[in-house]
């Protein structure tokens, strides 16, 4: 297959930020396609820049490349500048490795992190010249597949995609492979594209969403069932077990360009066990598997020298868990001692002076600013969302952090829970305010951001119930508190205009029928809708509108306890009671201690798996952490995946 | 101890930007484990100078850099074994030509630099036509351009910053699109004349095909020469079209 590169050379002089399709990063791979290996497009609907650094992607692409019956080579969302060029002159989407053609592989394969991206998923389709609807595509077409956080309900765009894929990627690729293999050796022939799928759906892991049938009583869904007595009825999703077996990426890719998230990223365990309801990711990643401390030493120690990184990350829901932190932490300091300086970043802090003490211990110079995560602004609210941080240790983490010297401390909050009252908001103030008092002990003029985003509830959470405030409520809330700290010097409240909570709310719990809506707004011309300057709400209101949507039925509207959930025939594990008790604890303001140290609460995610929590040390991290024989309701340290990381120093 | 580096930039890695080059350099500085000097306080960084930036999509055979050793562990470096050192960990299409130790006191890069030599294609034109247009605007005794300034339309004259046109012939088969190619040589001083701008001021205004630059030129005392001298460590030169 001849490559693109001819065509698009002259397109490139022409467009913004051009390297962004040039690949040529260190790590990249050299495709070898053949006959007998599957070719995968490993595909982001987002800018390079977004992309580029998705670790799932990244360890795909490694797996992948290592398999003798494999290829994977990668694609990014062009920019609108140079998909219009494209389109003139029809040139297809194209690999940034080899510029080879989209069309030319075997499988197009899209990560899902933020419901936003749907409508560029379809263009990207689309722009590979591959109808976007499953049901029209032919045995010549590429098998459009999905897999990421969002996939946990995938109906919004089932129409859309060949296989879904739940959970950890790493073995179920290798499977997924050898059966599009047989395919592809067969020759694809007419009629075949309906009999891969069904195989592909007996992979534990795989949904075929053409394989069910959705039933509807009125507005209501009552079934989705398989078509075929092979089909599960329910997909589980693909945990895996022991995160040593998997030291990836094993040679990240250094991009030329400036990407997001531009340094070493070594993942220092997945799953939490904190319990945060709001928190989708601390769900549906369960149980907390942790990587030999060894292990990440070396891959911090390789990945600085092989890439010339000069800051390193360690990632995970809540690092500050991750057993024995403070001597990792203070291992890997050490170890850079003697080159060129290192920084070292944790993508979310602990709400308490341990946090702050780990800030402390790898940030020595630049102490501009700390961001803590208390979520919500009254005790009683924190319940709620079992982010069990008492005001004292929000306290003595901004106490600690403003006399070690830093300057600025952002806060993150959401607005929106459930049950929450206009106190509950305005404590928000209360506490910037408060923290505010605190650093003038220590500085002239402290500085206390909150940062406010608006709540939009997630499948498999227990607050997968609950109906969202309306795009109005939250303005109103966003509205009181900046009115209520207008006079208060050294708060300054930021949020994001919540325009978009309702879309992002129908596509994280719609079901089959919101895909009309999708595919309209694409057709519009509504691609790159998380960006603000091209978030278009009347696009989606008219779509809505147009195709008998209702947006207050899906998402301002509460679920009931038997009502049949659009996800209900997939499982992250997670039994149903367990998240519907965990609701009624919410409502009744009850808070549950981390499970990594207490008695199991058979949420399901271990039992149903036979596996279990793998932690270094079976005692908690010291400090104010909950479980640990204080109180409950010391420190949790979860944020929401998807925010700005915590760079401690930025 | 400063050394200056020169490096070819060619291929697809011309479309990376300036700025994306200098944190190329770093992160490949580090993986060398060079004795990068580094400057003191909160924010270190590696005492590296650039110098005049390249339009992202143009290509060069000659890119400078100097580059700060410390003291006395620079002096142990392999100057003669440097390239071939530095070039893997550099993206493709970028290779070091030659490196040269250079006192402190000379001027800058930039400020030392004053003409570059750029060859030019330009799509959709005869080298004929070509020829005719290189005449005229030798023989104007002013080419007013208007730029924009801080958001300002400024009046300018490039003429006396355009030192000599020569068109060479048609296009190589490999240009994305053919026309003719001329080689032009430009002052960065005391005003830098860009290729862009010297193509919007043919009458009619022409459109920019490949770019490369081919030679950057310190003049002292009437004399021409390369900021490192052709008798520094060099190795072959590149071949055109690295892909």
Redo the contacts between chains.
């Keep these: 297959m001849t490559d693109v590169w001819p065509q698009l050379e002259p397109l490139l002089a022409k467009v913004a930020k051009p390297a962004r399709y040039i690949g040529l990063e260190d790590g990249a791979r050299t495709p070898h396609h053949a006959p007998d290996k599957v070719a995968w497009l490993l595909s982001y609907p987002d800018t390079y820049e977004i992309g580029l650094p998705n670790q799932g992607l990244q360890i795909l692409y490694e797996i992948l490349n290592e398999n003798p019956h494999a290829v994977a080579e990668r694609a990014y969302a062009p920019w609108t500048d140079l998909e219009g060029l494209l389109r003139d002159r029809n040139i297809p989407l194209f690999s940034i490795d080899s510029h080879r053609p989209a069309s030319a592989f075997d499988l197009i394969g899209f990560n899902l992190s933020a419901e936003l991206t749907y409508t560029n998923l379809l263009n990207m389709v689309d722009l590979a010249g591959v109808p976007v609807r499953s049901a029209e595509r032919r045995p010549e077409h590429p098998l459009i597949v999905a897999g990421g956080h969002c996939t946990y309900n995938p109906e919004p765009i089932a129409d859309f995609l060949d296989i879904v894929v739940l959970g950890d990627g790493e073995e179920v690729i290798t499977e997924i492979n050898e059966v599009v293999r047989d395919w592809k050796m067969s020759g694809r022939t007419d009629g075949s594209r309906e009999n891969v799928l069904r195989e592909l759906s007996h992979i534990v892991g795989v949904y075929v969403p053409s394989m069910y049938d959705v039933t509807y009583e009125g507005a209501d869904l009552v079934a989705v069932t398989p078509r075929y007595s092979d089909v599960p009825e329910r997909v589980e999703k693909r945990t895996v077990a022991d995160l040593a077996e998997f030291p990836y990426p094993k040679t990240q890719l250094v991009p030329i360009t400036e990407v997001v998230h531009d340094r070493l990223n070594v993942e220092v365990f997945r799953g939490c066990t904190r319990g945060c309801r709001f928190c989708q990711a601390g769900m549906i990643t369960r149980p907390v598997r942790e990587r030999p401390a060894e292990q990440v030493r070396t891959m911090v120690e390789e990945g600085l020298r092989r890439t010339g990184y000069d800051e390193v990350a360690l990632t995970s829901l809540s690092t500050a868990d991750f057993s024995g932190i403070e001597k990792l932490v203070g291992d890997i300091v050490k170890s850079t001692d003697d080159g060129p300086p290192v920084s070292v970043s944790l993508p979310s802090l602990r709400v308490d002076a341990f946090g702050v003490g780990i800030a402390t211990q790898i940030q020595r110079a630049r102490r501009t600013g700390l961001t803590f995560a208390p979520e919500a602004g009254t005790w009683r609210m924190r319940q709620v969302i079992n982010k069990l941080i008492l005001e004292e240790d929000l306290y003595s983490a901004v106490e600690a952090a403003y006399s070690n010297g830093w300057r600025r401390v952002k806060l993150y909050f959401l607005a929106g829970l459930p049950t929450e009252t206009d106190e509950d908001t305005l404590g928000i103030a209360e506490l910037a305010r408060n923290c505010v008092e605190l650093g003038k002990a220590h500085t002239k003029s402290p500085s206390v951001t909150a940062s406010v985003g608006g709540f939009v509830p997630k499948p498999f959470t227990p607050f997968q119930w609950f109906g969202q405030n309306t795009v109005e409520e939250l303005r109103r809330k966003i509205n009181l508190l900046r009115d209520d700290t207008r006079k208060s010097h050294g708060v300054q409240v930021k949020w994001h205009d919540p325009k978009a909570t309702l879309v992002e709310g129908i596509m994280s719990r719609g079901d089959r029928r919101v895909g009309v809506v999708i595919e309209e707004v694409w057709r519009q011309g509504g691609t790159f809708q998380e960006w603000n300057e091209r978030f278009d709400l009347d696009l989606w209101t008219n779509a809505m509108a147009t195709h008998g949507i209702d947006p207050d039925w899906y998402a301002y509207r509460h679920r009931t306890e038997h009502e049949v959930l659009p996800w209900d025939h997939l499982s992250a594990g997670l039994h149903k009671d367990f998240l519907w008790q965990d609701w009624r604890d919410a409502l009744a303001e009850v808070g549950l201690p981390d499970c990594r140290w207490t008695p199991c609460y058979d949420c399901g995610a271990c039992t149903g798996y036979s596996i279990e929590h793998i932690v270094a040390s079976a005692t908690p991290p010291a400090g104010g952490s909950q479980g640990t024989g204080q109180d409950l309701g010391r420190s949790v340290p979860v944020t929401l995946l998807g925010r700005a990381p915590v760079v401690v120093g930025s | 101890m400063r050394i200056r580096v020169r490096y070819s930039k060619l291929g697809?890695?011309r479309?990376?930007?300036h700025?994306?080059m200098a944190?190329?350099w770093?992160?490949?500085?580090?993986?060398a484990?060079l004795p990068?000097s580094?400057t003191e306080g909160?924010?270190?960084r590696?005492k590296v100078h650039f110098g005049l930036a390249l339009s992202?999509?143009h290509e060069s055979l000659g890119e400078y850099l100097d580059i700060d050793l410390q003291e006395p562990e620079g002096s142990s470096v392999d100057l003669g074994t440097l390239p071939e050192r530095l070039t893997p960990?550099l993206?493709?299409?970028v290779v070091v030509e030659a490196v040269s130790v250079i006192e402190r006191s000379e001027l800058s890069l930039q400020e030392a630099v004053t003409v570059c030599t750029w060859l030019i294609e330009v799509p959709g034109v005869s080298p004929e036509q070509l020829e005719i247009d290189v005449r005229t605007m030798l023989d104007a005794a002013t080419l007013p351009v208007i730029r924009e300034r801080k958001g300002k339309k400024v009046a300018d004259d490039i003429r006396s910053g355009i030192i000599d046109l020569r068109v060479i012939g048609a296009t190589p088969s490999d240009a994305?699109?053919q026309g003719a190619v001329f080689e032009a040589e430009l002052a960065t001083q005391p005003r830098s004349v860009r290729p862009a701008e010297l193509l919007a001021a043919f009458d009619p205004p022409r459109n920019?095909?490949r770019v490369r630059r081919t030679h950057q030129w310190i003049i002292t005392d009437g004399a021409r020469r390369e900021p490192i001298p052709a008798h520094a460590t060099a190795r072959a030169p590149a071949q055109a079209g690295a892909?």
């Design positions: 697809k890695i479309f990376s930007s700025r994306d944190r190329c770093e992160r490949a500085l580090r993986r484990e990068v580094i909160f924010s270190p590696p992202t999509s960990f993206p493709q299409g994305p699109e920019e095909g892909r």
